[in-house]
Each structure stands twice: as C-alpha cells, then as structure tokens.
C-alpha cells in the first residue's frame, strides 16, 4: 500500500486535533500541511493550537508551519476538512476543483445530490456518486462528506433494522459537550442543567438517514422509506452521545433477533475498523459515556438494554466514530476500492 500525503483544514479545533491524532500514526497516510486561519500562517503548530486531546502535541507536527487554506499552498494528495460549514461552502469546492479529494467532515455539501454522503459498514455503494460529480461539476478532484456525529450512532444500529422492514424511528439524544467545538457550552448554561435543543441538530438526523439508508439508483440517491423523529438534547459529558432509540418495524423482531442482528453487523477490513462495530452490553446500567465511549478505540457504538418495542439505548463517541474517524475511515475505504 502507497503512503498517501494530507493536509488537514481547520487543524487547530477540536475535530482538527483529533485528525492530527489519528492520521500522525496512520499506516497508510502521513500529514504534510496544517492550516487553519490566515493569522496563524507560518507559524508553528505547536505554539498555535490549544491542544486538548492529551497532554502531548505529536512529535512529527509540533513544529510544522502551518499554510494558509489554499489549495496552492497545501502540499497533500488528500485533504480532510475540519471547517465550520459557512467556511467549508467557499474552501472546499476550491481544493476539489484543484484536483484535491476532500474529505469532508463538515454539513455544507452532505445533502447535495451528487456528493456522497458515507457511512462505510452502511452504505459503500455511495461513493459511485464520485463519478457523477467530477462530471457535473468538472472538477479533476472530488469532495465525500460524513455524517453528522449523532447521525452516524443512530444510523450504524439502524442498518441491520432495515432487515426487519424498518419503518419508524423516534430517538432523543444526550449529546456530549465537545460536540459544540471549543469553547462550546458556557460553563454556567451546562452546569446543573441540560439544554434542550442543539441548532440544526435535528434535522440533520431526520434528513441524513434518510440518503444514508437510501439505495443508489444510478446517477442518484433514492432516499429510504422510514419516518425519523429526533429530539436534541446537550448534556454535561465531554465526550460521548447517548440516544435513546425507539423503531417500530413491519416484521416486529423479539429483542434477541435485533441484538443478534446487532451482534453480526460485520466489520470491514480497514486500517480504522473496529473489531466490532457495534458492541452489546448485557448490563441493565450500560452503555454509558465514561465506561463506554472508547469502545473499538472510539469507532465502535455501544448497545444496550434493548427491550420489547423495540427500545434500546446506543453510545458512539461523537469526536471519532462521530466526526474525524469517520472521515478517516470514508478515505481507507475509496482507497480500498481503488475510487481515488
């Protein structure tokens, strides 16, 4: 396998920190450029970045200079984007039409027609829609985007659902406070409180599974025939989205057929993969964030308390399988199927 060279855009945020630590040991990919505003360029990354995953800056960036967030001056085969959609709107089409895949964790481009929206256990067949958008648009690169971190959780346990002729979904989140960026949620809004509403939020979940459990039908997306109900909630936990799931289905499936179902969802062989990809918890207490976040190095989701409905209870960690893991793994699977 070749080393593909990345840039990260947006490097200094918390999803731009946690790319910098998955791809700085990546077997596959080795980080070339870091950017992020126009102030900080040529300045070194280590004296421009509130590092908050650990304790320690990797070594092979710390002292990189970073560029500005221009397709001329990042030298990478591969770029993912960490920006803020308003940003990513204008950046990202610039470095794809300069021939640049763009990994795109951002919501700008997730639900346009011929960009694909991607989930690799989910949905793999999407990334035909590459194709299509190098044609429409006439660009020599290509942007593929992830999903929302919430919607990512949900969608990974309601994809063995869909054997059972899924048909309606109703999930209230407890969504981590890392979710909002840094400096998120104002200490004395989240204190001794849960703020019941996140902009957006919803109806991110109830649009983007739809595509994303949609089927491909040549040149576009037929989106799935399920009824998504979602309620947002930010709660005080740095890390890790809790969802309660309710889904009704045609075939109404005792709770061992879904957990068995949940059990054989397969992995992929993939540098980023989990051994599992959704891991099932017996205890009445379980999952919760603090025990069960980093479940597969933070890309598996956790189930439990799956019951009679059917009801049931999921944990991802909204900063990795949620966001710059899933963007990862979006780039180890094209590559895989030989796509860029």
């Not at 200094?12 to 870091?34: A, C, K, N, Y």
């Not at 809004?189 to 019941?196: E, G, K, Y």
């Not at 994303?212 to 009824?227: F, N, P, R, S, T």
């Not at 998504?228 to 890790?240: F, K, L, Q, W």
């Amino acid at each position: 396998m070749r080393h593909y060279t990345v840039g990260i855009l947006g490097a200094t945020g918390i999803i731009g920190q946690r790319f910098v630590e998955m791809l700085s040991d990546h077997p596959w990919f080795e980080i070339t450029s870091l950017s992020a505003s126009e102030s900080r360029a040529g300045k070194k990354y280590g004296d421009q970045v509130d590092w908050r995953i650990s304790r320690d800056i990797p070594e092979d960036v710390k002292d990189m200079e970073m560029v500005k967030m221009d397709p001329d001056e990042v030298k990478a085969d591969i770029v993912f984007s960490a920006l803020p959609s308003d940003v990513a709107k204008k950046i990202e089409p610039e470095f794809a039409r300069k021939g640049f895949t763009v990994a795109s964790n951002a919501s700008a481009y997730r639900m346009e027609g011929d960009i694909p929206l991607v989930i690799p256990e989910v949905n793999p067949d999407h990334l035909a829609l590459i194709e299509v958008q190098r044609e429409r648009r006439k660009w020599d690169g290509c942007i593929i985007t992830n999903p929302n971190c919430s919607t990512i959780i949900l969608t990974l346990t309601l994809k063995p659902l869909m054997n059972f002729s899924l048909r309606t979904v109703i999930v209230t989140t407890m969504q981590a406070l890392s979710g909002a960026g840094y400096p998120g949620v104002p200490s004395m809004a989240i204190l001794d409180n849960v703020i019941p509403f996140i902009s957006g939020e919803e109806k991110k979940i109830e649009t983007e599974t739809l595509k994303l459990l949609g089927e491909l039908d040549g040149d576009h997306i037929k989106y799935a025939d399920v009824e998504i109900y979602a309620s947002c909630n930010r709660v005080g936990v740095m890390d890790g989205h809790l969802e309660s799931v309710f889904a009704v289905m045609d075939d109404d499936p005792s709770p061992g057929d879904v957990k068995r179902e949940f059990i054989r969802f397969p992995s992929l062989d993939l540098p980023s993969s989990p051994e599992k990809v959704i891991e099932v918890r017996d205890e009445e207490n379980r999952p919760q964030p603090v025990l069960d976040r980093n479940a597969g190095r933070g890309m598996a989701v956790t189930v439990g308390r799956i019951r009679e409905g059917i009801r049931y209870l999921a944990l991802g960690h909204n900063a990795i399988r949620g966001a710059a893991g899933a963007s990862i793994l979006n780039m180890e699977l094209a590559i895989k199927e030989k796509l860029i």
